[in-house]
């Protein structure tokens, strides 16, 4: 990976977010399944990014969260040699705050090489906040460098988490959240799943686990966060699978330790 990438995936987030903006106000909504939206803006979204993303890179591979594109060829999900890059994207990350004109919305860019995430790009057009890394040369917001907050005491940690759509009260998610709720200092629930990364990232939160998300909402994320020096696995310590991730990001090792003990 190389500045090249960067700066495409840096100028296809601002086109993205441009037509979110652009949108905000007049948005149309449907519903995809119960409790779960998509707006005339994501598929705006995406389609400026996409083709942005392949003119510049036209042998690229790509997977994007609306218009059927959702499965990544099964050469690069098993990270074979003769795979093609492949951008992951998620045009619009925390649609239902964007519907009810909330903040905590993003456009999410990763792009996955010889099987691993290999650079990122979050960007927050409310706040004009660009979360970019790529692996190896650290992680930054507006050019200035990020770092994780380094907390180690789960008893001091802000943690943030994600439910599922029509999550239900016996659920396995519900009873992670109500253990985790007992031991530490708080938790939020902001919407954005690539936007959570980012601020474990940025040293705003301490933690965060989610185990109904999607490749698109954390392939971004996955980057940005690891660069900044977070520990990232799955949910129960195992490696993370970037195409299933079901995952827990720490500041710190003990800290991300005493999660998962919780989280199993």
């Not at 519900?174 to 031991?183: A, Q, S, T």
Request: charged share 25%; hydrophobic share 40%; glycine share 8%.
């Amino acid at each position: 990976m190389n500045e090249q990438h960067l700066d495409i995936a840096v100028a296809a987030a601002r086109a993205g977010a441009k037509e979110l903006m652009a949108r905000r106000g007049t948005r149309i909504v449907q519903e995809k399944a119960p409790k779960d939206l998509v707006t005339d803006a994501d598929l705006a979204s995406q389609k400026a990014i996409r083709d942005l993303l392949i003119e510049a890179f036209p042998d690229y591979a790509f997977v994007g969260e609306e218009e059927g594109e959702t499965e990544p060829l099964a050469a690069v999900r098993d990270g074979r040699s003769d795979a093609p890059p492949c951008w992951v994207v998620d045009p619009l990350d925390g649609t239902v705050n964007y519907v009810h004109r909330l903040q905590s919305f993003a456009v999410s860019i990763g792009l996955y090489v010889a099987g691993r995430m290999k650079l990122g790009v979050v960007y927050d057009p409310v706040v004009d906040e660009m979360f970019t890394a790529i692996d190896g040369g650290g992680a930054h917001v507006n050019g200035e460098t990020l770092q994780v907050s380094g907390c180690r005491d789960l008893s001091d940690s802000l943690l943030a988490c994600s439910f599922p759509a029509g999550v239900k009260s016996d659920s396995d998610e519900v009873d992670r959240f109500v253990r985790v709720l007992e031991k530490c200092r708080s938790i939020r629930r902001l919407g954005s799943c690539a936007l959570n990364m980012c601020y474990v990232a940025a040293g705003r939160l301490d933690g965060y686990w989610a185990t109904n998300v999607s490749a698109w909402d954390s392939a971004g994320g996955t980057v940005i966060a690891r660069e900044a020096g977070a520990v990232l696995t799955a949910y129960d310590g195992s490696p993370l699978d970037d195409w299933q991730p079901r995952f827990c990001v720490a500041a710190s090792d003990e800290l991300h330790r005493d999660l998962i003990g919780l989280l199993k």
